[in-house]
């Protein structure tokens, strides 16, 4: 068990995510006693116990704070200001975000098309040490790869930028990169500019999912704009309605005699 919560530490000391954490722990156990099934070992998998962490009250802008952020990024506007707007604009991923060149947006479809994402990657060295490394590669999921349709605005927005090559990144307008935890950086130095708290990259898309609510957005549609596999995924994770929708539901029940 020693060897077990050594691991589940070195874990949290890599800053994985809860549920891969959980994943990764639900493997475990399961290989665990699979092999004191066959004899194999007296398993410590039985004992195993896989940690709940209570949920996160997510940050939504309200409209108020969405209208000063949008105001600030586009007062001279720069590609990372540009590429942090087309985020909250079509509720694209940090990854994906990072990993997103020119060539991947199609004026003349006004489609933006994903089919890569960016991560710092822990892996192990030749000294039995560890390193961190940036990693382009294929999204999280099949549902990941997708063409997000692009709104009037958006497309305006990617015609006052256009003009790098298809090989620059959105965020810099180079062949250069520019890696997660760096954009992270800028979007709290903005946020901190126009007085917001508790704003990081996350928050750009929960809200996006919902205003994409408010206005009536088909969840199935929105689901395979995010990337989702599945529509709960979009229900339980990202769509907080606001409570002036919910004021506004409530109000339809007294039409209704209640």
């Given at each position: ?28 156990r ?8 066959q004899?194999w ?30 105001s ?5 506007m ?9 985020a ?5 991923r ?26 710092r ?23 990941a ?18 003009g ?12 250069r ?15 901190d ?27 199935k ?12 995924i ?21 039409q209704?005699?209640?």
């Open positions: 068990m020693q060897v077990i919560e050594a691991f589940v530490q070195s874990m949290l000391e890599q800053g994985l995510a809860s549920k891969t954490r959980r994943d990764i722990l639900t493997v475990l399961s290989i665990l006693i699979y092999a004191a099934g004899g070992a007296v398993s410590p998998g039985l004992y195993i116990r896989i940690p709940r962490e209570p949920r996160k009250l997510i940050r939504v802008l309200s409209r108020e704070e969405q209208d000063r952020l949008v600030f990024l586009r007062r001279d720069d590609c990372c200001k540009f590429g942090t707007l087309l909250l604009l079509t509720g694209m940090l990854g994906e975000l990072c990993a997103l060149r020119w060539g991947n947006i199609y004026m003349e479809q006004r489609v933006i098309f994903i089919d890569a994402t960016m991560q990657l822990r892996v192990l060295d030749g000294d039995g040490g560890s390193r961190t490394h940036v990693v382009v590669g294929s999204p999280k999921s099949d549902a790869v997708r063409a997000i349709p692009m709104s009037e605005s958006v497309s305006d927005l990617c015609r006052q930028m256009e790098c090559g298809p090989d620059c990144y959105v965020l810099t307008g180079t062949e990169y520019m890696e997660p935890r760096v954009v992270q950086l800028r979007i709290k130095k903005f946020a500019l126009c007085g917001l708290e508790g704003v990081h990259f996350h928050t750009l898309r929960h809200t996006f999912a919902t205003r994409s609510v408010e206005v009536g957005f088909e969840l549609s929105l689901s395979e704009v995010l990337g989702h596999s599945d529509t709960s979009t229900l339980n994770r990202y769509v907080h309605a606001s409570m002036d929708l919910k004021r506004s539901n409530m109000n339809k029940l007294s209704a005699g209640l």
